[in-house]
């Protein structure tokens, strides 16, 4: 028998199938690598990253990604670490960020978007302790994360007098949602679990904060200035392809680049499943993007 084809199929053997779309349960329980290191930006339990460097000398271009989880204190970093190891693979640095959530002390309105630009503006202090290049990072964040990672890249639009105003954020070269919710206000008008965990995040519905929305909304904050990657799977039942839909029309309005990039078959914990198809879109978006 051909060497090539024995190969082949001892690895079709012994490779598990994964049945699509994958469950919470399949992403949870997985194996989790390690990161490189596990650095405070704050004073706070909920206030640190995972750093995870790639083999070589560096400069690496740098992926801040943001977990998802509905913004609850029940779901944390943990489950982003196979993506983010994926990505370091890759030649991405990776600062995968925790941050304080509905549950925590101090999470929600402002707290948890207080986190998400602290602890995305520590890259530079990063910078001064690892080879990261600054010049060249990208925002990339799960559900309720790809919620802050379009959140952070749209924040430099907040007049000065808003309460989630930073002087001189982080500017990306561009971000990759992974069925993120880009649309908060719409996004909280629905039945499901996530969908009524944004009521405690923003501390009310949009009538009864408006300011908040307006603030932390980033379908209000266009045009983000960057190229924008929406990857989202088709079979998703938590953050519907609507969202997606929703935000790429109001970006092109705006004039932002953006593309959907839908993923037939998959749902919505596979685009952070390495194995996925999805995931391999998204991982691709943020390689192009950093390029030189």
């Given at each position: 028998m051909n060497a090539l084809l024995t190969a082949a199929l001892l690895t079709a053997c012994t490779t598990p199938r994964v049945d699509r779309p994958v469950s919470w349960t399949t992403v949870s329980e997985a194996p989790r690598p390690v990161a490189?290191?596990?650095i405070h930006y704050g004073e706070g339990p909920e206030q640190f990253g995972e750093l995870w460097l790639p083999d070589g000398a560096g400069p690496f271009p740098v992926v801040v990604l943001i977990h998802g989880g509905c913004w609850l204190s029940e779901y944390d970093i943990g489950y982003m670490a196979r993506a983010a190891a994926d990505l370091s693979r890759r030649g991405m640095?990776?600062?995968?960020?925790?941050?304080?959530?509905?549950?925590?002390?101090?999470?929600?309105?402002?707290?948890?978007f207080?986190?998400?630009?602290?602890?995305?503006?520590?890259?530079?202090?990063?910078?001064?302790?690892?080879p990261l290049d600054t010049g060249r990072i990208a925002l990339s964040g799960h559900s309720a994360g790809g919620h802050l990672a379009l959140w952070l890249?749209?924040?430099h639009n907040l007049p000065e007098?808003?309460?989630?105003?930073?002087?001189?954020?982080?500017?990306?070269?561009?971000?990759?949602?992974?069925?993120?919710?880009?649309?908060?206000?719409?996004?909280?008008?629905?039945?499901?679990?996530?969908?009524?965990a944004v009521e405690p995040l923003m501390g009310g519905?949009?009538?009864?904060?408006?300011?908040?929305?307006?603030?932390?909304?980033?379908?209000?904050?266009?045009?983000?200035?960057?190229?924008?990657?929406l990857v989202q799977g088709e079979l998703d039942p938590i953050v519907p392809t609507e969202q997606a839909r929703r935000m790429a029309e109001a970006a092109a309005r705006a004039g932002d680049r953006v593309d959907i990039m839908p993923i037939p078959g998959e749902g919505h914990f596979d685009v952070v499943d390495p194995g996925s198809r999805s995931w391999q879109a998204a991982a691709d978006a943020l390689e192009e993007i950093l390029s030189p």
């Open positions: 490189s290191h596990r640095a990776v600062w995968s960020l925790e941050y304080r959530r509905v549950g925590d002390a101090g999470g929600g309105w402002p707290g948890t207080r986190d998400a630009a602290a602890g995305a503006d520590h890259v530079r202090e990063l910078a001064g302790r690892f890249a749209g924040r007098s808003a309460p989630l105003y930073s002087k001189t954020p982080i500017r990306p070269l561009g971000v990759v949602a992974l069925a993120g919710i880009a649309d908060l206000g719409d996004y909280s008008q629905g039945s499901g679990g996530c969908n009524r519905m949009p009538a009864g904060v408006p300011d908040r929305y307006a603030q932390a909304d980033p379908i209000r904050l266009l045009p983000l200035g960057v190229p924008l990657r």
